[in-house]
């Protein structure tokens, strides 16, 4: 048995295959990743070198630091980021509330819809007997075609102390709403609802309100049609 024909000829099988070629590169990139790790390795001088000019780099004075003025500046900042959010969330919010209210608007109401929507703020009318009924507030006063109306789910209430006045012209618009609750809340025209209202979400009748204004909607003025006697709905 020839032992070195046989060594000479494995490794002229190696060479054609590549295989030295592989084993070469194998060790080449091996050496060199121990090269560069020794060079920038954490324990490296180039590394310890590296950390102590950045620590020199980056040393604060505090004597010299205006603490006051620098948290001044981070509050304005998050100022500043806050309200962005809450006008641009606002501004999304108030918008999708609106859509949502005015999706179902109608083109035309009716003054006996708007009464028959008050009696859902009357809170007492489970205590009324058999033949007792709670009588609501209606005034309508036409005024060279215009009309003053003064609505309240309150009984015997005048004209000017009604929770609900609205001012309608001869074409059925409403030009202006007055709404005064218990708590004194009021604004002089429907244009200039509460935004924080809205936000909150409108309901019942002012939310009815809110849709006729925004959508234009005309309301007619059907005095004898509105029922003000209200009896307990368990007797209905």
Not at 97 to 120: A, C, F, M, P, T
Not at 177 to 195: G, Q
């Amino acid at each position: 048995m020839n032992l070195n024909q046989m060594v000479m000829e494995s490794l002229a099988k190696m060479e054609s295959e590549g295989k030295v070629q592989e084993i070469v590169e194998k060790h080449v990139e091996s050496t060199v990743n121990d090269v560069v790790k020794d060079l920038f390795g954490s324990w490296s001088d180039f590394s310890k070198d590296l950390k102590k000019q950045a620590k020199e780099a980056l040393q604060i004075n505090f004597k010299d630091l205006n603490l006051p003025t620098y948290n001044h500046l981070i509050l304005q900042a998050i100022k500043d980021k806050l309200d962005d959010e809450i006008t641009t969330n606002g501004v999304n919010q108030i918008k999708q509330q609106i859509e949502g209210l005015l999706s179902d608007s109608k083109r035309e109401y009716k003054l006996s819809e708007l009464v028959n929507e008050l009696r859902e703020e009357i809170g007492d009318l489970d205590e009324l007997g058999y033949e007792d009924y709670h009588e609501m507030t209606l005034h309508v006063d036409d005024s060279y075609g215009s009309y003053w109306i003064g609505l309240d789910s309150r009984n015997d209430v005048s004209e000017y102390d009604c929770k609900y006045r609205l001012l309608v012209n001869s074409e059925g618009e409403i030009c202006s709403v007055k709404i005064n609750d218990k708590e004194s809340y009021s604004r002089k025209n429907i244009n200039e609802f509460d935004i924080k209202a809205v936000l909150k979400g409108l309901h019942g009748l002012e939310e009815t309100l809110f849709k006729i204004y925004v959508s234009g909607a005309k309301l007619i003025v059907d005095e004898d049609k509105c029922e003000l006697e209200i009896s307990n709905p368990e007797y209905d």
